[in-house]
C-alpha cells in the first residue's frame, strides 16, 4: 500500500509539465556566440536566468550605458519571474544589460530545441525576439 501512495506522490510530482517546464534548465548560447546564460528554477518556482559568460569586445565598457558596470555582470540576474503555462515560460523581464533596458517576455522552446525570447513593451506584438541553442560545453574563460 505504502509502495503505491509513493508512485502515486512521484508521478504527480514528475508530471509531463514539470518535465517541460524544467527543459530550459542549463545553459543557452546566444546566435552570436558572444553571450551564455544559465537558467533554472528558483526557490519560489519561478525560472530565471543569470550571465554566465559574455564576450568582452574592444571599447565595450565605454560604449554601454548602464547602472550595472560591464565588470559586475557575470551572475547577474538577466530574466526572471517566468512561469511555465501553456507551453511557455511567460510573465517574466528580461534586462538588456548592454543598452540597461527592461522589458516583459516570453520565451518559447521549438521543435529544433531552440530557446527564443521575446522581449515586448505593453503589447505582445511590439517585440524582438532572439533564439538561443543549449550550450554543453565547457564554460569559457571570463576575461
Known amino acids: 500500500m505504502i509502495f503505491y501512495a509513493l508512485i502515486l506522490l512521484l508521478n504527480g510530482w514528475m508530471s509531463p509539465k514539470s518535465i517541460d517546464a524544467d527543459k530550459i534548465n542549463?545553459?543557452?548560447?546566444s546566435p552570436d556566440k558572444d553571450l551564455i546564460v544559465k537558467c533554472y528554477k528558483g526557490p519560489?518556482?519561478?525560472?530565471?536566468?543569470?550571465?554566465a559568460w559574455f564576450r568582452v569586445y574592444q571599447g565595450d565598457a565605454t560604449s554601454y550605458?548602464?547602472?550595472?558596470?560591464q565588470e559586475q555582470w557575470l551572475g547577474k540576474a538577466v530574466l526572471w519571474g517566468f512561469d511555465y503555462k501553456a507551453n511557455e515560460w511567460s510573465g517574466g523581464t528580461i534586462k538588456?544589460?548592454?543598452?540597461c533596458n527592461s522589458y516583459a517576455a516570453f520565451?518559447?522552446?521549438?521543435?529544433d530545441g531552440k530557446l527564443t525570447a521575446?522581449?515586448?513593451?505593453v503589447f505582445r506584438w511590439l517585440s524582438e525576439s532572439v533564439s538561443f541553442t543549449r550550450y554543453t560545453g565547457k564554460l569559457p574563460v571570463q576575461n
Open 26 to 29: 542549463g545553459y543557452w548560447i
Open 44 to 51: 519560489d518556482g519561478k525560472y530565471l536566468g543569470k550571465m
Open 65 to 69: 550605458n548602464c547602472d550595472i558596470p
Open 96 to 99: 538588456d544589460l548592454k543598452k
Open 107 to 111: 520565451i518559447k522552446m521549438g521543435t
Open 118 to 121: 521575446t522581449g515586448f513593451v
